[in-house]
């Protein structure tokens, strides 16, 4: 009888605590309610996912912005680096692909209108990102010049 209760015991733990286990933020995109949820950086309204992005910071949170520049913005005032960063494929609006800011190529150029001004947006290869550069006479990045540039086009 007392086998019994203590392998309940145990069952019962296993499943509260599986119920409770937080999952890991950066394994997945984050989900964003395009028309509802704030940018972090500027409380505005998400509206266009193809600009949209996301930060894991170091504690685990995950935040939203609208714009890629203010991504950037953020990250520099935070303590830590971020654990994740995510972002929207430019060339793939209607996919709403997001790409791990690690892999993703980042062109920046007064001619691409994004939400803030910033005219940051990513692309999920150099080629791409390339052909993008020249047609908006823009300039190619990678995520650290984001994360670290002290100035930025407006």
């Known amino acids: 009888m007392k086998a019994r209760w203590l392998v309940l015991l145990a069952l019962t ?13 950066t394994a997945t995109p984050p989900q964003v309610r395009y028309g509802q949820d704030p940018c972090t950086e500027c409380s505005m ?9 996301a930060l894991v910071t170091a504690d685990g949170q995950t935040l939203l912005f609208d714009d890629l520049g203010e ?11 971020p654990l994740m960063v995510w972002v929207r494929d430019y060339s793939r609006p209607k996919e709403e692909a997001w790409l791990k800011g690690s892999q993703a190529v980042f062109v920046q150029s007064p001619q691409l209108k994004t939400p803030m001004g910033y ?6 290869s150099e080629s791409e990102a390339k052909n993008l550069a020249v047609e908006t006479k823009g300039r190619v990045l990678r995520l650290k010049e984001i994360l670290s540039a002290e100035e930025q086009l407006r």
């Open 13 to 25: 733990t296993a499943f509260l605590n599986a119920g409770c286990a937080r999952q890991d933020p």
């Open 45 to 53: 309204i998400i509206n266009e996912s193809r600009y949209a992005s």
């Open 71 to 81: 991504l950037g913005a953020h990250a520099r005032k935070l303590d830590k680096p």
């Open 119 to 124: 005219g940051f947006v990513a692309v999920a």
